[in-house]
Each structure stands twice: as C-alpha cells, then as structure tokens.
C-alpha cells in the first residue's frame, strides 16, 4: 500500500509511533510517505519506501496565527495527487484529522478518494481536545474518519465518555521493537554515570506538569536518603527551571544528572534500576513500556492505561496519583534486594513483549485493507 503518515515530529509518544509504525511498514514492503513540518526526530533513514514531505507555513505578518491546518490539507492534497497515495493515517487528532478532512473534500471534488484513518493518542483528547475551544471540531473529525483507533482501552473509554462518538474505535495499542531494547547487562557503561554501590533512577518525559516531575523529585529525594542513589532526567519542558531550583533547595543538585531531550534513549535505559512515571493521566505510556523492554522495572500512578501496561506487583508498581509515600516505598522495595530487583528487571521485559512491534502493526496493516476494502 502507499500510505500517507501525517504526525507532530516531535520527541512526543505520538510522533515516536507514528515514525516507528511507518518504518516497519516501510519493511513490510509497503511505501510510506510522512507529511510534516519537519523530519521526525526517530526519522533517520530516508529510502526509497520512505520518503518525507515538509509541510511549510509561510509567515505573513497579516496573521496572527499563521494557517498550518491550511497548509497541511493543501500538502496532503497535492501529495495524494503526486504519488498516489492510497491512504492517510493521521496521529493526534489535533489539526490533523481535521487537516486531513478538509483534504479528502477537496480530493472528492476531482473523484480522488482517500479514506483517512485516525489514532488518538491521549492529550489530543484528555487534555486538549475536550476543552470547549476545540471539541466541536475534534468529535466532527473524529466521526468523519473512516476508521477510529486509540492506544489504549482507558483512551477508547475517555473518548467516549468525553465526545459523543458516533464511529467504532479500536484498540491498537503502542508497540515496541524489541530487538532495539534487548542490551546485555555488561555493556552499559553505567560506570560514567554512577558508582557501583549507587542505584541509577530514570525519569523521560517532556516536562510538563501532567507529568508530576515534582513527585519524581520527591520520591528520588527519599530514595536517596536510604540508599546510595542517582536520578536521570530526559526530556525538555515547562518545568525545567522549576526542578532545578527544586534540587538545588534539597541538595541534591550533584546526584541529579539532566539530559535534555536526547536521542540515546536506549542507552540511558540500559544502564537504569528503576523507572518513574508517576504523572497525572497518560493515555499509555509509551515511555514505561520502553523501560520494561530494557529490562527497567517501573514505579507508575494508576491513572489512565498505565495498568495495562505496568503490571503492580510484577513489572514494576501502581499508586494512586501524588501518593509520594507509597511510589517511594515500593522504589525501595524493588531496590533494596538484589535478587528481588533482578525478579523485577526479568519480569519487565517479560511483560513487555506483549507489545512486540511485530504483533501490533498487522493490526493497523489490517484496518487499513479494512479500509480500503469499504470504499
Ligand atoms: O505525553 C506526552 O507528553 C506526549 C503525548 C503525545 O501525544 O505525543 O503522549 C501521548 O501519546 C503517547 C503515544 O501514544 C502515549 O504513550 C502517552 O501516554 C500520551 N500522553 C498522555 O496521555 C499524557
């Protein structure tokens, strides 16, 4: 199939499985087209399957808001023309399904049909979405998509408590290549970024304050009161500043190591013990499921689809949102016995490889024939 991918090109999960989804299709011998405004950031091999298409807005001081939606669904149009593109999967309801509607109309006009798939990805709907500026638009789109997936059963749920939905949703949820995540223990070189005695604690997000990068700090700040310990910071956002003045109040500044927003995802999991994601609503979690893979057991709320994908007792353990006092308890419990933490870090990539890559993206290859098959 030719197969438009239109995504945010950004560091966020969204735009990390779209960008992972089209590159295994790419494998699968199909040929697929990202439509954006920029190179996604896990976008790193172009060929002769997978070819990149730049958005641009031009700036036009007559706007205040300069028209992206606008141009997107005119890129998508002339695209679709241009290389025949037999369908268009778009990731984050916001503007995208919307873009990719308007696209399909203009399309129609000159007897094109491109059937448009959309996959919810989670702030498009719990956060963003809802707000009354934006929901008319995101419910029309959503129920004009020819077919509706969330990555989750939370976020097929919330979309139905949230919109009124007229259109089926499936769940296909995140996925993950295993084969990326499957490092030995040995090679790691965890000794550049701690002692030996000293427990390494990673957090990756992009730092807003759905995530609750505070609690992080407050669960790492008790961890290290009992036993010798380190913190990994990932990502950029919002908080930033606030976290480091944070650290800097609890003196704790020397034993918290920031990255900013980094492409070695893989290698700062590799040498991790344990993960945190204690945030306020996550649709999955793409992030923990990630650590799981590298064999990084994680310490997670129990909000949203993170129990579908943290196991509490097995891969890691749940909490209810801002319980600092239990997320630290069980982090101590999975670190302070080695052989208790090597149960965990074994049961992690266990639980992980429900979420083989190799699983899930039939399920979308499937949707799209589906697709295809009712036009
Ligand atoms: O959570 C973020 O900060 C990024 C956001 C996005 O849209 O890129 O992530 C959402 O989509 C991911 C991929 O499906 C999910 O794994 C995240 O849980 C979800 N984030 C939230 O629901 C807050």
């Known amino acids: ?129 809802s707000h009354p500026f934006y929901k008319p638009a995101v419910t029309f789109s959503i129920n004009k998509s020819d077919a509706v997936t969330a990555v989750s059963k939370s976020l097929k749920k919330d979309t139905q408590r949230l919109f009124d939905i007229k259109n089926k949703i499936s769940v296909v949820p995140n996925f993950i290549d295993l084969d990326k995540y499957n490092h030995g223990f040995t090679d790691c ?69 920031f990255f900013g927003k980094s492409n070695e995802i893989d290698k700062i999991l590799c040498f991790s013990d344990l993960f945190l994601l204690p945030s306020q609503t996550e649709s ?23 129990p579908e994908v943290n196991t509490h007792g097995v891969s890691g353990f749940l909490s209810n949102v801002g319980d600092v006092d239990d997320m630290t308890k069980n982090a101590l419990h999975v670190l302070s016995d080695e052989s208790r933490l090597h149960t965990f870090k074994n049961n992690a990539r266990q639980e992980s490889l429900k979420y083989d890559i190799h699983n899930i993206v039939p399920q979308y290859e499937a949707i799209y024939e589906d697709t295809l098959a009712k036009c």
């Open 1 to 129: 199939m030719k197969i438009g991918i239109v995504c945010y090109p950004t560091f966020g999960g969204s735009g990390v499985v779209a960008t992972e989804l089209g590159l295994e299709l790419s494998k699968r011998g199909h040929e697929i087209h990202f439509i954006t405004y920029n190179l996604p950031v896990r976008l790193e091999l172009l060929s002769n399957h997978v070819h990149y298409h730049e958005v641009t807005v031009p700036e036009y001081p007559l706007f205040h808001y300069q028209p992206y939606e606008l141009a997107l669904s005119s890129k998508l149009v002339d695209m679709v023309k241009l290389h025949k593109i037999e369908i268009l999967h778009v990731h984050y309801a916001i503007p995208h399904a919307y873009a990719a509607y308007m696209a399909k109309k203009m399309l129609i006009e000159e007897n094109i049909y491109v059937p448009i798939v959309t996959t919810l990805h989670g702030t498009d709907i719990t956060l963003v979405g």
């Open 284 to 306: 999955f979690g793409l992030a923990a499921l990630e650590a799981m893979a590298s064999r990084v057991p994680v310490i997670s709320s129990n909000t949203g689809g993170i």
């Open 189 to 257: 070189q965890r000794e550049i970024m701690a002692n030996e005695d000293e427990k390494i604690i990673t957090h990756i997000s992009n730092l807003r304050e759905v995530k609750r990068v505070q609690d992080v700090i407050s669960i790492f700040y008790n961890i290290q009161k009992e036993i010798p310990a380190k913190l990994m910071l990932v990502g950029e956002g919002p908080e930033r500043e606030k976290i480091e003045w944070r650290c800097q109040q609890l003196g704790i500044t020397d034993k918290v190591i």
